[in-house]
């Protein structure tokens, strides 16, 4: 004889209860802020400084774990030192008028112990000129003698070199050749010409290395120096257009493009 009762419906095998669901998302959310807390950073890029590997309204994400000091508690982490040719973010290590450190995105060209001098915007590494595909050689018709025969005698009307590197470039320097200071390293812009670099501002200490940018994940053309303008009105205006032409824009070929 059939029963009255009815039987209470069995969940189906394999499917999570709201609980679990809630629990394995949590999980998901903690991996993502310690990812992102203390592994990647996101870097946008306002000049032509790199032009040639970095262009300017690229935005890329940066591993900050590689460069990072070795954790006890993190083996696991591709730790390892930082070697000529890598790219790099890092703090500035001079101050801007408002006290503010920039951070910057240069290729390193010297490490420590290294000598090296630039003839004709070719760099010369412990008496071997070096090939360097990726960096854009200054037009003879724009020589600078400074920039280009480096290191030399900072003209006196230069606005770019400072003051505090004029004075300590004479105590690293020996026989016309730069020579890297341990914890320290030399770093220029792929696009020579233009690049403000350590030619202009001095070594870059190792405390100040924060990452290497991985690869780019969207590019939006931007012309330079408005990206980090200190105009409020420019910065809007800037938004703005992206925001409208976002799609139409966009740089789509560069998105997931590597940077090195």
């Known amino acids: 004889m059939p029963s009255d009762r009815q039987e209470k419906p069995q969940p189906e095998q394999g499917s999570e209860t709201p609980l679990e669901f809630l629990a ?23 000049s032509s400084s790199m032009a040639g590997t970095l262009l300017v309204g690229d935005h890329v994400v940066a591993d900050r774990s590689t ?24 703090y500035k290590p001079t101050e801007e008028p408002n006290g503010e450190h920039l951070t910057l995105v240069k290729r390193v060209v010297g490490i420590p112990g290294d000598r090296l001098h630039l003839r004709g ?52 320097t020996q026989s016309g050749d730069l020579i890297v200071p341990p914890g320290s390293y030399f770093v220029m812009g792929d696009n020579r010409g233009i690049s403000l670099d350590s030619r202009y501002w001095g070594l870059v200490p190792r405390a100040n290395i924060l990452g290497r940018p991985m690869f780019v994940y969207w590019s939006f053309p931007a012309p330079d120096g408005v ?16 925001i409208v032409h976002f799609f139409d824009q966009t740089r789509w070929r560069r998105t997931l493009h590597p940077v090195e």
């Open 227 to 242: 990206l980090d303008s200190d105009s409020t009105a420019e910065t809007a205006s800037f938004a703005l257009h992206e």
């Open 67 to 90: 460069f990072a000091p070795p954790a006890a508690w993190a083996r696991f982490m591709p730790y390892r030192e930082v070697k000529r040719g890598d790219i790099v973010v890092f």
């Open 121 to 172: 915007g070719i760099v010369y590494l412990n008496g071997v000129a070096q090939q360097e595909p990726h960096a854009a050689k200054p037009p003879y018709r724009n020589y600078d003698a400074y920039r280009d025969d480096f290191p030399a005698i900072p003209p006196a009307d230069s606005l770019n070199v400072t003051a505090q590197w004029a004075v300590q470039l004479p105590n690293v």
């Open 24 to 46: 394995s998302n949590c999980k998901l959310v903690i991996i993502a802020l310690f990812a992102f807390g203390f592994v990647f950073e996101n870097f946008m890029i306002p």
